[in-house]
C-alpha cells in the first residue's frame, strides 16, 4: 500500500474512534456525574477537529513538487503539528478551568458504571496509540506521531478520571471533588506530552541535522557504487515524510567531469531506489 494511503487511512481511523468515544464520554460523563470523563470527552471533541485538520493537511503533504516548491509541500506537516499542539493547550485550559469551578461548587458522586466506561476508552485509546504510532515510526510523519499522542493523551485522562472516580466512590460523601482533582492531573500530564509533540516538530522546521541513523544507512549504501571512494559531508532534512539530502562524495581525481558527473547520476538513482524515503538527492562531486 503506498505510503500516502496508509497515512489517510490512519487519520481516519483516528478520526472516526474519536468521534465515537467523545459522544460515548459527554453520555457518561452526563448521566453518571463525572466532570472527569465530560473533561474527557472535551478533549475527545478537539481531537476530532485536529484530526481532520491533520487529514486535510496531509492530502495537501502530499502534492508532489511544482515550480514554487521543488522540495514538494511536506513541510506543512510540522505546522499542522504546531496547529495540533495549540488544540491540546486549548483543550487542558478549559478542562482546567471548569475543573476548579467544580471544586469550588458541591455536586454529585460519580455513578459506579462510569468505571467500566473508562475501563474499556482506556483500553481502546491505548490500542489506538500504539497503531498510530507504529505507522507514524514507518513512514516517518510527525503529524501522525502528534495524531499518536493524542491517544496516548486521552489514555491518561481517562486513568486519571479513573482514579478519580475510584476515589470518590471509596470516600464517600464529601469526596465528590477527587473527581475534579483528576481532571487537573490530566491536565497536566496533556501539557506534558504538548512539549513532546512540539519538540520534534520545531527541529523539522528548523532543518535540524540529526538523522544520525539514516545517515549511516546513506553513507553505506553510497559506497556500494562503483567508483564512489568515500563519502564527506552529508546533510539531511525532513519535509513531511521525505528526507531530502545533500552528500559530498570522493572520486579518483583523474576522471573527466563527464565521468564524474555519471557517478554522481549513479549514487543518485542508487541511493533513492535503495532508501524509498528520500526524496530530494543532491550528489557534490569531491576529488579523492
Known amino acids: 500500500m503506498p505510503n500516502s494511503k496508509l497515512a489517510f487511512r490512519t487519520v481516519i481511523f483516528s478520526l472516526l474512534g474519536n468521534v465515537f468515544l467523545a459522544i460515548i ?14 473533561a474527557d470527552a472535551i478533549e475527545s471533541t478537539v481531537d476530532v477537529f485536529s484530526s ?67 475501563a474499556g476508552i482506556i483500553i481502546w485509546k491505548e490500542i ?11 513512514l516517518g510523519s510527525s503529524a501522525l506521531k502528534a ?17 478519580g472516580i475510584s476515589i470518590a466512590l471509596y ?13 487537573l492531573l ?9 512539549y513532546g509533540i512540539f519538540r520534534p516538530a520545531l527541529g523539522e522546521m528548523m532543518d535540524e541535522n540529526n538523522h544520525e541513523e539514516l545517515e549511516g544507512e546513506i553513507r553505506k549504501v553510497a559506497l556500494t ?6 563519502t564527506e559531508k552529508c546533510f539531511i532534512r525532513k519535509a513531511g515524510m521525505k528526507y531530502h539530502v545533500d552528500l ?7 576522471l573527466s567531469v563527464r565521468e564524474g558527473h555519471n557517478i554522481a547520476h549513479q549514487l543518485k538513482d542508487t541511493l533513492r531506489k535503495e532508501i524509498p524515503q528520500l526524496g530530494h538527492v543532491l550528489i557534490h562531486i569531491e576529488p579523492s
Not at 489506538?128 to 515510526?137: C, H, M
Request: aromatic share 12%.
Open 128 to 138: 489506538s496509540y500504539q497503531v498510530v504510532l507504529k505507522r507514524s515510526k514507518t
Open 52 to 118: 481532520l485538520l491533520v487529514l486535510l493537511g496531509m492530502r495537501y503533504a502530499n502534492r508532489p513538487a511544482d515550480e514554487n516548491h521543488p522540495y514538494g509541500h511536506g513541510k506543512i506537516e510540522p505546522l499542522l503539528t504546531f496547529m495540533v499542539v495549540g488544540f491540546l493547550i486549548f483543550s487542558a485550559v478549559t478542562i482546567a478551568r471548569q475543573a476548579i469551578e467544580n471544586i469550588q461548587t458541591p455536586h454529585e458522586l460519580p455513578k459506579t458504571w462510569t468505571l467500566f466506561v473508562l
Open 147 to 163: 495524531e499518536a499522542w493524542h491517544h496516548r493523551s486521552d489514555a491518561i485522562t481517562s486513568v486519571a478520571a479513573f482514579i
Open 25 to 38: 464520554k459527554f453520555l457518561a460523563g452526563i448521566f453518571g456525574h463525572s466532570y472527569a470523563l465530560i
Open 248 to 254: 559530498h562524495a570522493h572520486v579518483d581525481g583523474n
Open 225 to 230: 557504487v562503483s567508483g564512489v571512494q568515500d
Open 186 to 194: 490530566a491536565c497536566g500530564f496533556i501539557l506534558y506530552n504538548c
Open 171 to 183: 470516600g464517600g460523601p464529601g469526596f465528590e471533588v477527587a473527581d475534579d482533582y483528576a481532571a
